[in-house]
């Protein structure tokens, strides 16, 4: 199983940036996924979760109303929609996949998959 994540840079407070993480060798389409992170000097933490088919979702608290979360199984992608990023959301960003569930964790201890990480630096 491979989880390729992409998108990730350097962006101001107030713009839009969008990550995806490419699936392959993981049934995806049964597959509950999620990003999480891991900001400077913290713990990895929980960002958002999305059901096998879409129609549960997921947020931290702090990104709730700001992120969206959403997939394509056609392409075997999950995609990150980050609106009004601020400082406090820089971090290495990880795409996780459970081919074991189909429906959201916020455990990251029940993701079996996980990409490389993308960096993600909100700054003025």
């Known amino acids: 199983v491979q989880l390729q994540a992409s998108g990730g840079g350097s962006v101001q407070p107030g713009d839009s940036l969008r990550l995806s993480c490419a699936a392959s060798?993981?049934?995806?389409?049964?597959?509950?996924m999620a990003w999480f992170r891991h900001p400077p000097g913290k713990e990895r933490e929980f960002v958002a979760a999305?059901?096998?088919?879409?129609?549960?979702?997921r947020y931290e608290e702090s990104v709730s109303g700001r992120f969206t979360i959403s997939r394509d199984n056609a392409k075997n992608t999950v995609y990150l929609q980050m609106n009004s990023p601020n400082p406090e959301d820089t971090a290495v960003y990880y795409c996780?996949?459970?081919?074991?569930?189909?429906?959201?964790?916020?455990?990251?201890?029940?993701?079996?998959?996980w990409g490389q990480g993308t960096l993600v630096t909100v700054s003025s």
């Open positions: 996780a996949g459970s081919h074991l569930r189909m429906y959201t964790t916020t455990r990251s201890a029940d993701y079996e998959h």
């Open positions: 060798g993981l049934t995806f389409s049964t597959s509950a």
């Open positions: 999305i059901s096998w088919d879409g129609s549960e979702t």
